[in-house]
């Protein structure tokens, strides 16, 4: 049975504080990665403990030298170093011949005041007049684990935000985004956040389209029976996640079965129609 398809959008999400790759049009020499046989941060001013822990936790790895220095420069971030600047690595003592190739890497750093967090607010996140609250101030600061008072963590803020992010995806606002603004105090060396959220309208559950050959005769009725148990509710990729597990066997891992999935969002009817592309 050949089901016809229509054409779908795909939307994607940004996180704050990720590591970023370096770019494709890099040189080969850049985006190639690299066996870091030692690691020196060159810096005057940055203190052993944090040398060290930098070093123990790339050398021996293998790195394209851009995404090694952003690493590096990551690592200070989560520690403090919100204005940390790593330079381009050195490689000295390159050998092609081992597969990846492999060098002693230094790169210099520039550490920069160390800073702690004082507190984290949300703006955006309901309008009392208008709007029903989804999650109370208190709910999204929980999704942040650091502690006012402590050291200033990048990463960690980021792995806040994409919580932040999941939780109004439960609910079905697809369309969810936030913005992170730093509150720097440089006499006192803190940094407050404001989160501006906007949460846009929730989608929900619509049609669902199959596309391609069925595995067996009968899979694609017995998908759009079950189907009803997903229709006009919110939308949530985790329990189209469940409901793939539950309903499509021919895929014995349901992350494989979630990369033939296409949505198509309607910004009027507030549906989200959803592309299964059968295998």
């Known amino acids: 049975m050949r089901i016809k398809a229509a054409a779908f ?19 080969p020499s850049q985006s190639s990665p690299v066996l870091v ?34 690493r ?53 996140a309901a309008d009392f007049t208008k709007n029903q609250l989804v999650y109370t101030p208190e709910q999204l600061r929980a999704q942040f684990r650091l502690e006012p008072g402590s050291l200033f963590n990048a990463t960690a803020i980021g792995q806040g935000l994409m919580r932040v992010r999941d939780l109004y995806l439960t609910k079905g606002y697809a369309d969810f985004a936030s913005i992170p603004k730093p509150e720097i105090d440089e006499t006192h060396h803190t940094i407050g ?17 199959l596309d391609g050959v069925e595995p067996h005769a009968g899979d694609a009725n017995s998908l759009l029976g079950a189907w009803s148990s997903l229709q006009s509710r919110p ?12 309903n499509a066997p021919f895929w014995a891992d349901s992350s494989e079965s979630m990369q033939h999935i296409s949505t198509a969002p309607n910004p009027v009817t507030q549906l989200m129609d959803v592309q299964l592309k059968l295998p």
């Open 9 to 27: 959008l795909l939307a994607g999400l940004a996180t704050w504080g990720s590591v970023v790759i370096a770019a494709q049009d890099a040189t």
């Open 37 to 70: 046989r030692t690691l020196t941060l060159v810096s005057g001013d940055l203190a052993a403990t944090d040398r060290q822990r930098i070093v123990s936790a790339f050398q021996g790895g293998a790195y394209p030298p851009q995404e090694l220095a952003e």
């Open 72 to 124: 590096v420069r990551q690592a200070l971030r989560d520690v403090g170093f919100y204005k940390a600047t790593a330079e381009a690595p050195q490689l000295t003592a390159i050998n092609e011949s081992t597969q990846p190739r492999s060098a002693d890497v230094s790169i210099r750093v520039t550490p920069g005041a160390q800073y702690r967090l004082t507190e984290i607010h949300f703006s955006g």
């Open 193 to 209: 956040l404001t989160i501006v959220v906007d949460k846009g309208r929730p989608y929900y559950f619509g049609r669902l389209i």
């Open 235 to 246: 939308f949530d990729p985790k329990a189209l996640a469940s409901w793939l597990a539950k």
